[in-house]
């Protein structure tokens, strides 16, 4: 009873998402206010310079790095992809996928220009633009389900495991309730390697975010204490936890209060 319960929630989770717009989703949560790089107080520079220090301690090293739903969004490896060899990316949605082809395969008429981003990661190492070495190092896009067990197809990874994952807003947006959030922790924790690290970018408080004009998609409110209680019960050590408020001004397309960074380990 209990388990058919968990499959009806997690395929409404999937019913809402049929309706995804990535242009809007893009156009909403990739452009100023959330995405000003002349802003000190804007989220996506905030997130940038979280993970480029991640990436840039020393401790987190391999040979793959696999992101977890994507979606139409490249932001979230550009520091990762100066550190591996091999990138990986996934998502659910064939629209998602597409719009990254667009992009990494130079397609023209792309939703976004990622170039400023780049170009602002770019500025945290301290090194020239360039564009060319960081996509030459995406292996693939491939679909990815986390509420599954096994959340890719058998043969995109090697035995071995990911050396690292990135996720950035998926967990928390793509579940039901907080138990799917944890079960689907445990899932993409299988296709991480022991001692492997988890870079995690998700909301705090939020309820919904707007996947598109008039679409309300249901999100998981967690709080800093939840997520932290589900990585352990997911078997990941904490290594730091960071929190950005938001700032008023830029609760335009859902209601989260802060988002979190979360650097955790493999056990
Ligand atoms: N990572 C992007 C970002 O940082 O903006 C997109 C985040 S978007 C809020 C949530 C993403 O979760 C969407 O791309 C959606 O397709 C994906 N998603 C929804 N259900 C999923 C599932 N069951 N498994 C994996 N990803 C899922």
């Known amino acids: 009873?209990?388990?058919?319960?968990?499959?009806?929630?997690?395929?409404?989770?999937?019913?809402?998402?049929?309706?995804?717009?990535?242009?809007?989703?893009?156009?909403?949560?990739?452009?100023?206010?959330?995405?000003?790089?002349?802003?000190?107080?804007?989220l996506v520079p905030w997130i940038l310079a979280c993970l480029h220090r991640a990436f840039t301690e020393g401790d987190v090293s391999g040979e793959l790095l696999v992101d977890i739903g994507s979606g139409p969004t490249l932001h979230q490896v550009m520091s990762g992809c100066e550190v591996f060899n091999k990138v990986l990316l996934t998502d659910f949605l064939e629209v998602n996928r597409q719009e990254l082809r667009c992009w990494l395969q130079d397609e023209g008429g792309c939703s976004l220009d990622w170039t400023p981003f780049l170009q602002h990661v770019c500025k945290l190492e301290g090194r020239q633009?360039?564009?060319?070495?960081?996509?030459?190092?995406?292996?693939?896009?491939?679909?990815?389900?986390?509420?599954?067990?096994?959340?890719?197809a058998l043969d995109a990874l090697p035995s071995a495991g990911a050396d690292c994952l990135v996720s950035c807003f998926c967990l928390e947006s793509a579940s039901p309730d907080l138990?799917?959030?944890?079960?689907?922790?445990?899932?993409?924790?299988?296709?991480?390697?022991?001692?492997?690290?988890?870079?995690l970018i998700g909301t705090l408080g939020m309820n919904y975010y707007l996947g598109g004009p008039g679409l309300k998609i249901p999100t998981i409110p967690v709080n800093e204490a939840q997520v932290c209680a589900s990585l352990k019960e997911s078997g990941y050590t904490l290594i730091r936890l960071e929190v950005y408020t938001v700032p008023q001004d830029m609760k335009l397309f859902d209601d989260a209060s802060g988002v979190f960074f979360v650097k955790a380990m493999k056990e």
């Open 1 to 42: 009873m209990e388990e058919k319960g968990a499959e009806n929630g997690v395929a409404a989770m999937a019913a809402c998402y049929q309706g995804f717009d990535p242009a809007a989703y893009l156009q909403n949560n990739y452009t100023p206010p959330l995405a000003d790089f002349e802003r000190k107080d804007s």
């Open 129 to 152: 633009y360039d564009q060319i070495p960081r996509n030459s190092v995406i292996m693939d896009i491939v679909p990815i389900d986390v509420h599954r067990p096994q959340p890719l």
């Open 179 to 199: 138990a799917a959030f944890t079960r689907a922790l445990g899932h993409i924790g299988r296709l991480l390697r022991p001692g492997g690290h988890l870079l």
